[in-house]
């Protein structure tokens, strides 16, 4: 029995802020970024999910911090390393997501849009929307709704 075909989600065209997470770039919508930040202290949460990694202070502002890498089921981020923080505000909530390091800006079009890759296995099947190919490498369309939802 062959696997259901995976259909991208609608394509957009549009700015996607960039980041880099184990070797690989994603990309979110630029709307939904309120900041980027440097690695800030982590308050863990007793019993929270293994994604939430702990809770950020942001100008008195406590802010739920999402584990991307625990999300995309992807290996722990090395010793020593530090996360770069993305806040991204949805329906009026600010909400970060660690990540290894920002990158750029970039403009993207529907026409470069298409499905997600097959080699996407478990839970980043349902967080990436789909993929960009940009001059030789490939931009993986994070669904930013689903991915902070922990």
């Known amino acids: 029995m062959t696997a259901p075909a995976r259909t991208a989600a609608p394509a957009t065209s549009g700015q996607l802020a960039t980041f880099r997470l184990d070797g690989d770039l994603y990309g979110i919508e630029v709307e939904h970024v309120q900041e980027v ?13 293994t994604a939430v990694a702990g809770l950020i202070n942001l100008r008195g502002q406590v802010v739920t911090a999402i584990e991307l890498r625990e999300r995309l089921g992807r290996p722990p981020r090395p010793e020593g390393t530090d996360p770069v923080v993305i806040v991204v505000r949805l329906h009026g909530e600010a909400v970060s997501m660690l990540v290894d390091s920002i990158a750029d800006v970039v403009d993207v079009d529907a026409s470069d849009f298409e499905a997600p890759p097959d080699t996407l296995e478990g839970q980043a099947r349902d967080l990436i929307r789909g993929a960009y190919k940009l001059h030789g490498q490939l931009l993986l369309a994070l669904d930013v709704q689903k991915a902070v939802s922990a």
């Open 37 to 49: 930040l440097r690695s800030q202290q982590l308050t863990r949460v007793p019993l929270a999910p």
